[in-house]
């Protein structure tokens, strides 16, 4: 490609021919400030706010429309620039009814933002404003308020370009234009509520958030989302030891920035449900009763040991983590001696689009292959140890965190079994033929890595406590109120739920039975994955980092070997 | 050090007069009957109460005006408190203002009375009361909702005036 020299700010920089002055400088660390620009969207250059100078330009030029040429000299910061910088504010502002006590974007509003770091300060503007529609329910999950918007056009370009439908459009003129939906359409694409993340104001927030915390409130943690394959790259926000909302995260070779709403909506309540599983729980007369985890993990060992090897049956899941399988795993081969060892499948064919979603609804089904969870030789495989159950061949199953129950048929054969142990974090269906339940920590609660349908690896991290973390200790993300909080402040902690990581579990069961696995953290187990699992050969947390790192491929693995 | 290596300073200087004793009681004793006749300050306070002048930072509380507090949970005071003593849940209401508090509370054993909530208000919703007399018992009793902190504004309006003129 070829590439030219440009100047900006007296710094030079080579720049592809292809990229516009906002993308150069972006590339090398100059920020210009920008409203309507967003690197996945299409140029629409109405803002007006990145207005630079170019030389032997008789005018200021906007830097996300204007392509970089070879010997251009840019400013970006001198007295004409920001005079008019200045003007650009002061126009943005005058309709603008500055609400920002109860807006919600208040906090990580670009409007805001720039006002303290680029206006003036004053407005000179004595009039009365134009007042719009305020509170409208624009879309199932998207609250609008005509009068914040700054007419940016980034939503309406988003469904366009994005989600690929044309829900959102300008109607009349001048300062009365106003964001609107097609007469009698609602902003409701499954990726709608991406609009509120791209807004750069608090005309379009996020519904189901409304007013439930303002954003310095929260500490905000790198994951990734449970909802599908794909595991979009994401933030989670917690106050008080309480999940509040989901946001992408930036990664280009995921998500882009961008999320499904299914995954924004669906995937953390169940962590702050009332349905929590509080404690270990042994069924006695018919009844799950809470016991204690010395108790339920003595009563498991005991009980295993009293069928044959060919009786018992494990199934991992694909919604724990590969730390949680492989142990898992480990575990039913070594300890137990079974091969009959597979874990269910969760795909909804069809439910799936270009975009994002996938059709597998489980975040790790690849991970918990690769770890070991199939059948080894003659083992049984999912259909064959349900089938196994009815017919009455296997007597005894264990199975990680999963909603057997809710598969087809399944829980049929359930009822059939004379020992069944598994580990849940909220109470289902499944839960009614359990005889012991492990109360077990949610991908919030614990690190541990997943690996996507791309056969991408992913951290998961923890952002609620548990009783077996701590905030300060384990090196959670902490909020101002996480920091300071003082054992007698009620406030400012949470609920911490008595619930340990399934690998954890497994450990000490095993331990029980006579084989000790050596691990006390998550990542030592990851290490032992890497060391043992081919496609992981090399891998640590280190090098998974924040945005993960693909597996080796299958072949280049076996010339490893 | 040992008490007896110790050395004690005493004072050589007196002069005969006070070395005769008599004299410097009458002193004494002349400025102790002069105080009985002068004014007294003391408050006899459960009896007699002080009035604070406007000035005065007492305990926070919240504005109610036309029957519902001004608050609009923006959690500016919550942010700006320096001892943490203040906790907002915001909810939504349908009243114009959107956005009302749904619990607030004020941990008055946190509370330090730096009037920094007053000042970061938005909407002149908390402003520091004349009221100085808290005591607790238990720790619990130290927690003041929105039932404890709600006064109508007629009950504070010298301070909204003092802050007014003071702008």
């Excluded at chain 1, 077996?468 to 406030?491: P, Q």
């Amino acid at each position: 490609m070829p590439s030219v020299k440009v100047t900006i700010d007296g710094t030079q920089i080579e720049a592809d021919s292809k990229r516009t002055i906002i993308e150069a400088a972006r590339e090398h660390g100059i920020k210009i400030p920008h409203f309507c620009w967003h690197p996945k969207l299409s140029v629409s250059g109405n803002c007006r706010m990145c207005l630079v100078e170019i030389e032997k330009m008789p005018k200021l030029a906007i830097a996300c429309s204007t392509q970089v040429a070879e010997g251009m000299v840019v400013h970006t910061k001198n007295d004409r620039v920001v005079h008019a910088r200045n003007a650009v504010m002061e126009f943005f502002l005058i309709n603008h009814p500055l609400d920002c006590p109860i807006c919600d974007e208040a906090g990580e509003c670009k409007l805001q933002d720039y006002t303290y770091k680029y206006s003036t300060g004053y407005s000179r503007f004595d009039e009365d404003k134009v007042h719009k529609p305020k509170r409208i329910q624009i879309g199932p999950h998207v609250m609008f308020d005509a009068e914040r918007c700054i007419l940016c056009s980034r939503c309406i370009r988003f469904c366009d370009e994005i989600a690929g439908v044309h829900q959102l459009q300008f109607i009349q003129r001048g300062d009365h234009t106003e964001l609107t939906t097609f007469p009698g359409e609602k902003l409701d694409n499954p990726y709608s509520m991406n609009v509120v993340d791209i807004c750069p104001v608090g005309a379009l927030t996020n519904a189901d958030f409304r007013f439930k915390a303002r954003v310095w409130e929260m500490s905000f943690t790198d994951t990734i989302c449970q909802g599908c394959a794909r595991g979009c790259n994401i933030e989670v926000g917690v106050r008080n030891n309480e999940i509040l909302r989901l946001t992408p995260r930036r990664n280009d070779d995921v998500n882009s920035s961008w999320m499904c709403d299914h995954g924004r909506l669906d995937t953390f309540k169940f962590v702050n449900a009332e349905n929590r599983i509080k404690a270990p729980m042994i069924r006695k007369d018919g009844v799950l009763v809470e016991v204690g985890w010395d108790e339920a993990i003595a009563r498991v060992a005991s009980e295993l040991k009293s069928f044959k090897k060919s009786e018992i049956a494990a199934l991992g899941s694909p919604f724990a983590t590969n730390e949680d399988n492989y142990v898992f795993q480990r575990f039913a081969k070594e300890v137990l001696g079974t091969k009959n060892i597979d874990f269910a499948r969760h795909s909804h064919e069809g439910d799936e689009d270009a975009i994002l979603i996938r059709a597998d609804k489980s975040p790790n089904s690849t991970g918990a292959a690769e770890v070991g969870v199939v059948p080894g030789d003659n083992g049984m495989s999912f259909n064959a140890i349900i089938e196994g159950i009815r017919e009455g061949k296997i007597k005894a199953l264990y199975a990680l965190e999963d909603d057997l129950a809710a598969l087809p048929g399944v829980a049929e054969a359930l009822s059939k079994l004379e020992f069944f142990v598994v580990h849940a974090a909220n109470d289902s269906a499944t839960l009614r033929y359990a005889d012991i339940v492990f109360a077990a920590a949610t991908y919030a609660e614990k690190n541990g890595t997943m690996v996507n349908f791309e056969q991408r690896v992913q951290r998961v991290r923890p952002a609620v406590t548990t009783l077996e973390l701590d905030r300060a200790m384990d090196g959670f993300e902490m909020s101002r109120w996480d920091k300071f909080a003082s054992h007698n402040d009620k406030w400012g902690k949470g609920p911490r739920r008595d619930a340990r990581s399934s690998w954890k579990i497994v450990a000490s069961i095993a331990a029980l039975m006579g084989t000790k696995f050596k691990y006390n953290t998550a990542d030592e187990v990851f290490n032992e994955i890497a060391q043992r699992v081919e496609s992981f050969r090399g891998l640590s947390y280190l090098k998974v980092g924040t945005k993960g790192t693909p597996l080796k491929a299958k072949t280049a693995a076996s010339v490893h070997a | 050090m040992s008490l007896e290596k110790s050395t004690i300073i005493r004072k050589k200087d007196l002069s005969l007069l006070e070395r005769l004793y008599i004299p410097e009681i009458v002193k004494g004793m002349t400025l102790t009957i002069r105080q009985m006749f002068t004014p007294t300050f003391t408050t006899q306070y459960p009896e007699e109460r002080f009035q604070p002048p406007a000035s005065f930072r007492g305990r926070p509380v919240l504005v109610e005006e036309h029957g519902v507090e001004r608050c609009v949970a923006c959690g500016l005071c919550s942010r700006v408190c320096p001892a943490l003593a203040i906790e907002v849940q915001a909810g939504e209401t349908e009243l114009g203002k959107e956005r009302y508090p749904e619990k607030f509370e004020i941990n008055m054993i946190r509370c330090i009375f730096c009037g920094f909530c007053e000042e970061v208000c938005p909407e002149e919703a908390i402003i520091m009361s004349q009221e100085y007399e808290l005591a607790f018992t238990n720790p619990q009793d130290a927690l003041f909702g929105k039932d404890k902190l709600l006064v109508p504004i007629e009950k504070v309006q010298t301070r909204l005036d003092f802050l007014r003129s003071n702008r």
